[in-house]
């Protein structure tokens, strides 16, 4: 799997848990971080290197949809 494939992974999932909780601001990290651990314990994936590597996007009100 390709760090461009587990970073669109990650944002999706992100989005999806910031979108579940109501859209807060400010809290882009924390869904970014949750994302990411429940993609790594789901596809057994050590993303901890990959995060020095890919920029996390901010999760805000203006945040692209799918």
């Known amino acids: 799997m390709s760090a461009l494939t587990t970073h ?7 989005y999806t848990l910031w979108e579940a909780d109501g859209r807060p601001e400010g ?5 970014w971080e949750s994302a990411e651990r429940q993609l790594s314990e789901e596809l057994g994936l050590d993303l901890s290197a990959e995060q020095t590597e890919v920029e996390q996007p901010p999760l805000v009100a203006g945040f692209p949809s799918h």
Not at 8 to 14: F, T
Not at 27 to 31: M, N, P, S
């Open 27 to 31: 809290r882009d990290k924390h869904y």
């Open 8 to 14: 669109e992974q990650i944002k999706d999932r992100a």
